[in-house]
């Protein structure tokens, strides 16, 4: 694969469809933990991690080897016609670490997207009811009731519609952009009176911290007050923690850090160090009134995934992967603070661990966000050798996602082109 970045371009452009966007133009040959290097031989770093996905690093010497010894063995009976003990093996694992009390059961799938529509068709079955209750600003995949639970319409829902119906969006608690934990609670209560009756609800679902809209966190408040809610009316409450989960924010699952119980969790990315594999976990009285042959997938659980997921499950412990995240989460804050009190465009630094994010705004103002600004910086830092990625319902959100096994020698490597990305296209004036 020699042909240069432009080149690769072209043929891109002609032979796949402009609907699956490119964060940077760049085709990558070769990744080891926290770095990239493309064609032409050029090497970045990675401040993104796959959008989450690889929170052990690129080629994790334990993934790897653990992926080529089920390779020798086999790729796909499929587990719906011969099934295989690494599956149960990794439930009971899956099982045991949720943040859940009591016995749960567990559903591998390839996919997010999967994963949320499951959890759904669970809580469905189980309830005996219809309605789904989601957040503005949330991300769940791009399959149609993927999309309908999304509160996001551009580029995710924009001409793409009809959706699937019940489906009730509420604003999501984040007082940086003035919605606060009590305005979504009565937004809650004003749905149950004027649309759907508690009682016709069968989920709700929530990102503990939201992804793609911004990494804003849920207040612990807010999340207690959503699971006494559930357990008033008999709602299933699930967490999604498809980006927020396996150590990102220095707990297994985001939503530990309110020490709220969920009924299910969805979780995929990082799950597998790589490879496509997701899960939904849930309380056993909920996951076994599905019946036989109504779950599942041809793809579903592949071996190969499996194997790289049960050797992820281990380096959880042997990397101390979580207390990793806060560490590297102290490094991030303490720069993005020092650059913060440079430039007045950075309005605000949030998120838990190493889930960390700035927000880019005109002048301090929060009222006005900058997304221009953003995505020359997006473009500026590849430029220069970092891959950022960019987020949020504004458009305006610089999302870090750094493998949790990145050196700080790299990390601060990364941090200063990203100071220097931030000195050519800052076009406000610096705070004082």
Known sequence: MSQSNQSW????????????????PVYIAKARNAEL????????????????????????????????????????????????????ELAEKLNALVPIAGPTQTLLMSTGAEAVENAIKVARIASGRRAVVAFRGGFHGRTLLGMALTGKVTPYKKGYGPFPAEIYHLPYPADYLGVSEQQSLDALHTLFAADVAADEVAAIIIEPVQGEGGFYPAPASFLRALRAICDQHGIVLIADEIQSGFCRTGKTFAIEHSGVEPDIITMAKSLAGGFPLSAVVGRSSLMSKALPGGLGGTYAGSPVAIAAALAVVELIEEEKLNQRACQQGEWLRERLSALAQEYDCIGEIRGPGAMLAIELVERGDRSKAAPELTQRLVKEAGRQGLVLLACGVRANVIRFLIPLTASEQIINEGLSILASSFKMVQNTSPAK
């Open 9 to 24: 371009q072209q043929r891109r452009e002609a032979a796949v469809t402009p609907g699956v966007s490119n964060a940077l």
């Open 37 to 88: 290097w493309d064609v032409e031989g050029r090497r970045y770093i990675d401040f993104a991690s796959g959008i989450a996905v690889v929170n052990t690093g690129h080629n994790h010497p334990k993934v790897i080897a653990a992926v080529q010894t089920q390779l020798e063995q086999f790729t796909h009976p499929c587990f719906q016609v011969t099934p295989y003990a690494s599956y149960i």
